[in-house]
């Protein structure tokens, strides 16, 4: 295993996190180290003990949990869920650009430098398109 090697955990209301994996899966191909949680029919405990569950499960990876809103439920569980883990980290604002990066970079940076690099990648998508 790779030390920069990370797990992605998408969460997001309704089927947006699987859609987005579906996507990107799509794109490149099957992903077998990223997750889709939606909030449906989960209580924040039960959310909270899937996430803490991945991560477990991943001990030797570093953590990135990407959240659709920030602020709302799906956000504030993430949070609560990663307390006490060094190596995890919750990125708001999920879109594809975002994800596919992630996918496509994984392993090839720093997990501090990727989630910079996600974050920028994130900000640089949403623009205005002149015709």
């Given at each position: 295993?790779?030390?920069?090697?990370?797990?992605?955990?998408?969460?997001?209301?309704?089927?947006?996190?699987?859609?987005?994996?579906?996507?990107?899966?799509?794109?490149?191909?099957?992903?077998?180290?990223?997750?889709?949680?939606?909030?449906?029919?989960?209580?924040?405990?039960?959310?909270?003990?899937?996430?803490?569950?991945?991560?477990d499960e991943h001990r030797e990876s570093y953590a990135i949990l990407f959240v659709d809103y920030f602020g709302g439920s799906c956000s504030m569980s993430c949070s609560r869920a990663v307390k006490g883990y060094e190596k995890?980290?919750?990125?708001?604002?999920?879109?594809?650009?975002?994800?596919?990066?992630?996918?496509?970079?994984?392993?090839?940076?720093?997990?501090?430098?990727?989630?910079?690099?996600?974050?920028?990648?994130?900000?640089?998508?949403?623009?205005?398109?002149?015709?």
């Open positions: 295993m790779n030390e920069n090697d990370a797990i992605g955990i998408i969460v997001t209301h309704g089927d947006l996190a699987r859609e987005l994996l579906n996507t990107v899966e799509t794109i490149v191909g099957k992903v077998d180290f990223c997750y889709a949680i939606s909030n449906a029919d989960l209580s924040d405990d039960a959310m909270i003990a899937r996430i803490r569950k991945i991560i995890a980290v919750v990125i708001s604002g999920i879109n594809l650009p975002i994800l596919l990066d992630f996918v496509t970079k994984r392993g090839t940076m720093k997990p501090e430098e990727i989630v910079r690099n996600l974050i920028r990648r994130g900000q640089e998508s949403v623009r205005v398109i002149d015709p």
